[in-house]
T-cell receptor, first 113, second 115 residues
Framework: KQEVTQIPAALSVPEGENLVLNCSFT??????LQWFRQDPGKGLTSLLL?????REQTSGRLNASLDKSSGRSTLYIAASQPGDSATYLC????????????FGKGTKLSVKP | GAGVSQSPSNKVTEKGKDVELRCDPI?????LYWYRQSLGQGLEFLIY????????KSGLPSDRFSAERTGGSVSTLTIQRTQQEDSAVYLC?????????????FGPGTRLTVL
């Protein structure tokens, strides 16, 4: 069964810290992997998408890495800010461009001023 | 439009009633997805449309759930004879389906509460 696991389930850090969120997947034959953030009462916002052939993607203070062989991805957030507080979801696509996303349960991040 | 929209934002219904949830995708997006997010659970895939056809209905939890899409745009998710376990946030997403890069853009969701 293809599963996506995110650790930790919740994380609280002081403002300014660098942090890492972890995502693991059971089947390494992924098509791509995507990180989202979800704010309370709102939909998901796509942050970064990494294709299976890529090792990392960067956007501003965010950096996502992918290690297919070990079934892991990490989302690195530099110099965290209170506005980064949200739930971060990792999603994996299998089965090529016609496949669907399998989501982890997310990591709830709280950045305290 | 500017983004994916969903209506209603909240729906409270009694057990046994039918409900319809609506999704308006981003203009020009050919692919449309429905997901369900239950309390404490991850997002669960329900159904996917490419144009007006649904090549993958594998996630629909029972035959009480159905969805349609007309004109390659608006989609409706219908839940018949609702049960309390149907209570969840139902999220819709759309994408260009341009092949290799296929970022899904999500709507704000419909929170369904079945009493």
């Amino acid at each position: 069964k293809q599963e996506v696991t995110q650790i930790p389930a919740a994380l609280s850090v002081p403002e300014g810290e660098n942090l890492v969120l972890n995502c693991s997947f059971t089947d390494s034959a992924i098509y791509n992997l995507q990180w989202f953030r979800q704010d309370p009462g709102k939909g998901l916002t796509s942050l970064l998408l990494i294709q299976s052939s890529q090792r990392e993607q960067t956007s501003g203070r965010l950096n996502a890495s992918l290690d297919k062989s070990s079934g892991r991805s990490t989302l690195y957030i530099a110099a965290s800010q209170p506005g980064d507080s949200a739930t971060y979801l990792c999603a994996v696509r299998y089965g090529g461009s016609q496949g669907n996303l399998i989501f982890g349960k997310g990591t709830k991040l709280s950045v305290k001023p | 439009g500017a983004g994916v929209s969903q209506s209603p934002s909240n729906k409270v219904t009694e057990k046994g009633k039918d409900v319809e949830l609506r999704c308006d995708p981003i203009s020009g997006h050919t692919a449309l997805y429905w997901y369900r997010q239950s309390l404490g659970q991850g997002l669960e895939f329900l159904i996917y449309f490419q144009g007006n056809s649904a090549p993958d209905k594998s996630g629909l939890p029972s035959d009480r759930f159905s969805a349609e899409r007309t004109g390659g745009s608006v989609s409706t998710l219908t839940i018949q004879r609702t049960q309390q376990e149907d209570s969840a946030v139902y999220l819709c997403a759309s994408s260009l389906r341009s092949g290799f890069t296929d970022t899904q853009y999500f709507g704000p969701g419909t929170r369904l509460t079945v009493l």
